[in-house]
């Protein structure tokens, strides 16, 4: 049986290491009829829109998806394809696993670090409701509501519970915004009281921030808004060796969004240099989601065979490998 999933290749390395998973995805015996559309600054160059309606369409008749990086402009410029999908096709929950490969080299290369981070993803100042207020001062307002806060914590404890996770940690800045981040407390708690068996903390997203430099090993699940969670997430992928290792996956209820969480990389694009891991382990949960965790299992212990080795690594990660080279490992890995 072959599978139909949407892939967006992205910009830069994008189509790079979208090449890359798609061929460890067949080397893992996963037959997949893939429906490629472009999103980014290529579909803005080819199309004239960053996010064409075709490619919501795709993911609407498919159900999953695996995307590259796009490009973002700072402070100008067209909006952000990751931001408009997330909306559009209400994918509530980012999803991101924090652990350490083999042979990644960190600070806490001797700290059991597993944790996983589901952050609202739909809602909170991502909302893009901002305004000029009179000449220099400008608003944004930050939206929290039940309705979101709720489904993010149901969908942490959901997991946990699956997966015999015994904590969940809730950050917030409920000292200071006692209305919109105490409205997602609230919500955390009425979960919580569902779940007896796991154990519930709370923490204030500096405090968060401090612990988990100077004691990771120490978190579970984190739940968190969506700027809290942007934020956090990308510190936490900065303790097992950067964005380059981390997967990710947006959920929703009817469809999924499996993306790499880097950069573009536009340096690198083109060279056959770029490191395609942070997909690979993307598409790996995305093998999971679809019902295919025998395979999904298999790819991921590919991965850390290749980094348990050493040979055969891009360089951004301490190798000299290609591209092609690091993918060849993996491949032969699973056959």
Sequence with gaps: MAYQITLIPGDGIGPEVSAATVRVIEAAGIQVDWEVVEAGASALADFGQVLPPKVVESLERTGVGLKGPTATPVGGGHPSVNVALRKKLDLYVNFRPIRMLPGTVSRFNDTHIDMVIFRENTEDLYSGLEHEVVPGVVESIKIITRQASLRIAEAAFAYCQRENRKKVTAIHKANIMKM????????CREVAERYPSIQYTELIVDNACMQLVMHPEQFDCLVLPNLYGDIVSDLAAGLVGGL??????????RQAVF???????????????????ALIQSASLMLAHIGEREASVRVKNALEAVYAEGKHLTGDVGGSASTSEFTDAVCANLS
């Design 244 to 253: 380059g290792i981390v997967p990710g996956a947006n959920l929703g209820a």
């Design 180 to 187: 919109s981040d105490g409205l997602f407390l609230r919500c």
């Design 259 to 277: 993306e790499a969480v880097h950069g573009t990389a536009p340096d690198i694009a083109g060279k056959g240099v770029a490191n395609p891991t």
